[in-house]
């Protein structure tokens, strides 16, 4: 059969590198997509953007494709899978409803504190001077996120008072991240270790993914801004075993019983963005409606079992029976961006040292690319993504900036430290064994 991945991003091109992986998979469309899906076996480009629905539902049918699975997170908030299920079509991701999640922090947090599900301390507010009364009384440092869709920037940690009125000011007068910041969202800044946990989930049915930990910082060291995540590694030794079972039972099954008693029934990738604190316990400081970027890439990476018959597994009531074969080694994704990115950033730049990079152990995810006469060239902030594994986060490191060495554009740039902290705690167990 054939499947189709929407979008054109670092995560649209595992998704489709994994799906034609398949022996289910006849050939893999995606849509748009980058140079590295045109590029990659049994994938085809097609010229239909993630945000033209009526457009996707069309290609759906004329292609007779079987399985369509939604990376980005717009299409879902717009009901694309409400689109496709209306006219017969099986789509792996969350109805307009279940969306909501994502698509409204005020909507989430809410939806936490009805279903007893931990997270900071929160108001939502859409005028100024209240919102600055609140701010008045709360401890710094604090969080202030804009409540809709903001391509992972609409947040903001913010240090002193000043920092904190003048970005209510930017989201609530000066509209800086337009209609996403008519509402803003004021929480209380949590300490501890990041965390993803992303499962997939089927009206009542959770299952699992391998752990992830991105890196949302510019910089190094977790500084600079915020972007939509600057690499990621999996698994992440935060989440032991004790910790897994904590996330399961005091997020994860509250949530999709929580959704379930609502009257939503969802079906696809749910992201729990979590802070672990010095005890273990999980907080929550997000959901996401759809498969986590760059988490998505090592993730994958590390994935064994066939992903399209997991999915359709979902479609048939027996998602609880599947049982995921994981790579035992640690997958780490280095993603490389373009100048000044989160800002402003040049595009149309050509990328050289890309030939025979992947093998068995290394893979070269594209996000921001596209085919110019023949050449990759940049076309997005985030450009590529390199992952690969290793037998420790280290080793893994090691091998994926190893690939990075090898890759140039005018303007390139990545953090020298993704996955410190796991390699951290490597060289601790090391100093402690000897």
């Known amino acids: 059969m054939k499947v189709l991945i929407v979008g054109g991003g670092g995560r649209e091109h595992a998704l489709a590198w994994k799906a034609a992986r398949s022996p289910l998979v006849s050939e893999v469309l995606c849509a748009p997509g980058n140079a590295g899906t045109a590029l990659e076996p049994g994938v085809r480009n097609v010229e239909v953007g993630a945000d ?12 007779s494709v079987g399985l369509s699975i939604v990376g980005p997170e717009q299409p879902l908030v717009e009901g694309i899978t409400d689109r496709f299920e209306a006219e017969g079509l099986k789509c792996f991701g969350p109805s307009a409803s279940g969306a909501r999640l994502e698509g409204s922090k005020s909507f989430a947090k809410d939806f936490f504190a009805r279903h007893d599900i931990p997270t900071a301390d929160y ?3 859409d005028d100024l001077e209240a919102a600055r009364r609140y701010l008045a009384g709360r401890p710094l440092p604090t969080v202030i996120k804009a409540d809709g869709l903001a391509a992972g920037k609409g947040v903001i940690i913010a240090h002193t008072a000043e920092e904190a009125d003048r970005t209510l000011r930017g989201m609530l007068e000066e509209h800086d991240f337009g209609d996403a910041g008519k509402t803003v969202v004021i929480e209380d800044f949590l300490r501890g270790e ?6 997939l989930v089927d ?5 699992p993914l391998a752990s992830s930990q991105d890196h949302k910082a510019r910089d190094d060291g977790d500084r600079g801004p915020n972007t939509g995540g600057m690499g990621a590694y999996s698994p992440a030794p935060v989440v032991s075993g004790e910790v897994n079972d904590r996330i399961m039972d005091q997020v994860m099954r509250p949530a999709v019983e929580g959704l379930a008693a609502d009257g939503i029934h969802y079906r696809g990738f749910l992201y729990a963005g979590l802070m672990i604190d010095e005890h273990g316990a999980p907080r929550v400081l997000e959901f996401n409606c759809r498969f986590g970027d760059p988490e998505t890439q090592p993730i994958l990476f590390r994935l064994r079992s066939d992903l399209v018959a997991v999915l359709l597994e979902s479609f048939g009531g027996a998602l609880d029976e599947a049982d995921l074969d994981w790579d035992p080694r640690a997958c780490v994704g280095v993603v490389m961006a373009a100048g000044g990115y989160p800002a402003g950033y040049e595009k149309n730049k050509p990328i050289t040292g890309l030939d025979g990079l ?7 995810f594209h996000a921001g690319t596209r085919l110019d006469a023949g050449r990759v060239v940049t076309s997005g902030g985030r450009v ?3 992952v690969a594994l290793g037998d420790s986060v280290s080793k893994a490191q090691e091998r994926a900036y190893a690939a990075v060495e090898k890759i ?3 303007g390139a740039f990545c953090r020298s430290d993704i996955g410190y902290r796991a390699v951290a705690r490597e060289e601790r167990g090391a100093n402690q064994a000897s």
Do not use: N
């Open 358 to 364: 992947d093998s068995d152990t290394v893979k070269v």
């Open 123 to 125: 108001e939502a507010f």
């Open 52 to 63: 033209d629905i009526d457009g996707l539902v069309g290609l759906a049918k004329d292609e």
């Open 194 to 199: 990041e965390a993803s946990f992303i499962a």
């Open 408 to 410: 140039d554009w005018e």
């Open 203 to 207: 009206g009542t049915r959770i299952l």
């Open 384 to 386: 590529l993504c390199t």
